[in-house]
């Protein structure tokens, strides 16, 4: 149970600072990571995250776990790159189903940092042995 831990704290690390380095490198290419995204913007960032969706100006992923405690575990492991980011998804959770819904309020739409953190909650998806790969029909 502990080598368990530490390498599930070693895997959320990884997902944190990987979302902190894409964060930051929009800051230094001077991109404001909570500037609305242009439409092409937006499609050509979406193309990055297969299975995504758009709606209402808003990125949408329905994600598949074994049971009920994983997808608990799961939403239980996007609060440290959520906090990272200063950035925080809706989670619908529904038996062992959890959508995440990404937007920017008060952008009133889609930023660079809706797409960092999504792609930072798929990669951390991608490491539950457990799940349906990739995000599934809502």
């Keep these: 149970m502990m080598l368990l831990r530490q390498w599930a704290n070693r895997i959320l690390l990884i997902a944190v600072s990987s979302l902190l380095l894409l964060v930051s490198s929009a800051y230094a290419e001077n991109l404001n990571p909570l500037v609305r ?3 092409t913007e ?3 960032r979406l193309q990055q995250l ?5 709606r209402d100006q808003q990125l949408v992923c329905t994600y598949q776990l074994g049971s009920f405690v994983e997808a608990i575990a799961f939403v239980n492991r996007l609060v440290d790159p959520a906090e990272a980011a200063e950035h925080h998804p809706d989670l619908l959770i529904s038996y ?3 959508t995440v819904t990404l937007t920017t309020h008060d952008a ?3 930023t660079a940092l809706d797409f960092a953190l999504a792609e930072a909650i798929a990669q951390l998806h991608n490491e539950i042995p457990s799940s349906t790969p990739g995000c599934q029909p809502n």
């Design 37 to 39: 995204l242009s439409e």
């Design 108 to 110: 009133g739409g889609l």
């Design 42 to 44: 937006v499609s050509d």
């Design 96 to 98: 062992n189903r959890v």
């Design 50 to 54: 297969p299975g995504w969706t758009i």
